[in-house]
């Protein structure tokens, strides 16, 4: 009688910060109802990221995709962080689609990302370091800047400017001045406002 010795392969694992249900509150997407799976780590350091996504735990494909069919909306954000850091996230993907998920991913850009996601927002901070050029959609963060530098690099389908909140009143109404003034005067950009911020939610 001979013996094979079966090699169990250990189970796929994220690091998560959160995972939880709210409305999606900035983007093409404004007023969708989510699922948010929030990862940990990135590779930028922004001084206006006001995400705390540090903390985090190890959690396999199955808890995430268990944690998210938990809530009701079938929509699915892919965020952090910087989500492609994740080695996995192409397992959680195509896990999420398997269970009926539409899945979004928010990134900065600077990273490879599978291409079987849906919805890709990318909101680079960095011109010239990012390796998506053609994303559904760009996310700018303003803050006053020349766009005309996004405009060259970038080719998305959906232009979204977003104000900076740089938690000064008079400074955010400031630049969200400047932005309604810029779409207007550029009708392809459409602003973006941190909604769930004004209603007060997460």
């Known amino acids: 009688m001979s013996w094979r010795v079966r090699t169990i392969k250990p189970p796929t694992r994220l690091r998560i910060n959160e995972i939880f249900c709210s409305i999606q509150g900035e983007g093409h997407f404004t007023g969708t109802p989510a699922v948010f799976i929030r990862t ?12 705390h996504h540090e903390e985090g735990w190890e959690m396999s494909v199955s808890e995430i995709v268990i944690a998210a069919a938990s809530y009701k909306p079938r929509h699915v954000v892919i965020t952090g962080g910087e989500p492609a850091l994740q080695k996995e996230l192409s397992t959680l993907v195509d896990a999420l689609h398997e269970v009926g998920f539409f899945v979004q991913i928010e990134t900065n850009g ?25 994303p559904h959609e760009l996310k700018v963060i303003y803050t006053g800047e020349d766009l005309t530098p996004w405009e060259k690099e970038f080719l998305p389908k959906v232009w979204s400017l977003q104000p900076c909140d740089t938690g000064d009143a008079e400074k955010n109404a400031q630049l969200t001045a400047e932005a309604v003034r810029y779409c207007i005067d550029h009708p392809q950009w459409h602003l973006s406002l941190q909604t769930h911020k004004f209603i007060g939610v997460r």
């Open 40 to 51: 940990s780590g990135c590779n930028l350091h922004c001084s206006f990221c006001d995400t």
């Open 110 to 134: 600077t990273c490879n990302i599978p291409s079987s996601i849906d919805w890709v927002t990318c909101s680079p901070k960095i011109l010239g370091k990012t390796v998506i050029r053609s």
